[in-house]
T-cell receptor, first 112, second 113 residues
Framework: RKEVEQDPGPFNVPEGATVAFNCTYS??????FFWYRQDCRKEPKLLMS???SGNEDGRFTAQLNRASQYISLLIRDSKLSDSATYLC?????????????FGKGTHLIIQP | DGGITQSPKYLFRKEGQNVTLSCEQN?????MYWYRQDPGQGLRLIYY???????QKGDIAEGYSVSREKKESFPLTVTSAQKNPTAFYLC????????????FGNGTRLTVT
């Protein structure tokens, strides 16, 4: 199965700052891309799907760069409640039983 | 309100005992999944079911079994053959494979001593 890689962090960021992190994928035929947020000892929750044209949801912006094979997540005006692990998920129809590959996550800590 | 429910939240068992984790969804999703998460690790697929009465092994199926007799239910049995069963188990469902977002249950934390 092809790999998905994320910088594990932790990223320590002051409240109110803008933070961005990337997720690289090795399979150029990947077809779907998602960002999930996972709080400590909780289940992952979908943050946003990532579309080719990029998409924005409030303070969060996700982008896809197919040429360089990565997706990015930008968080503006960061809040203490944004502290979590952010998981990147990449989908491919030929990629194993479920077609999904998970990154190990980037740990973000927003500091007051 | 639609969702996916796992039970119990915490489960403690002695080594050598089989244990079954429950997963129920009312989202009318065809696809259901079981993942295992260990500290510092990504999610690893145990089993996947795309339709009732059909399921496929994931990357780490050894020592586990599943059934899919109803669309809503996808229970996972952790057998005594699983060498290191202590972990956080996550059930998920989706409208379709690989290109639909997953909806996760709140997980079962299994401790085997």
């Amino acid at each position: 199965r092809k790999e998905v890689e994320q910088d594990p962090g932790p990223f320590n960021v002051p409240e109110g700052a803008t933070v961005a992190f990337n997720c690289t994928y090795s399979n150029s035929a990947s077809q779907s891309f998602f960002w999930y947020r996972q709080d400590c000892r909780k289940e992952p929750k979908l943050l946003m799907s990532v579309y080719s044209s990029g998409n924005e949801d409030g303070r969060f912006t996700a982008q896809l760069n197919r040429a360089s094979q990565y997706i990015s997540l930008l968080i503006r005006d960061s809040k203490l409640s944004d502290s979590a692990t952010y998981l990147c998920v990449v989908g491919f129809s030929g990629g194993g039983a479920d077609g999904l590959t998970f990154g190990k996550g980037t740990h973000l800590i927003i500091q007051p | 309100d639609g969702g996916i429910t796992q039970s119990p939240k915490y489960l403690f068992r002695k080594e050598g005992q089989n244990v079954t984790l429950s997963c129920e969804q009312n989202l009318n999703h065809d696809a259901m999944y079981w993942y295992r998460q260990d500290p510092g690790q990504g999610l690893r697929l145990i089993y996947y079911s795309q339709i009732v009465n059909d399921f496929q092994k994931g990357d780490i199926a050894e020592g586990y079994s599943v059934s899919r007799e109803k669309k809503e239910s996808f229970p996972l049995t952790v057998t005594s053959a699983q060498k290191n069963p202590t972990a956080f188990y996550l059930c998920a469902s989706s409208a379709g494979p690989y290109n639909s977002p997953l909806h996760f249950g709140n997980g079962t934390r299994l401790t085997v001593t």
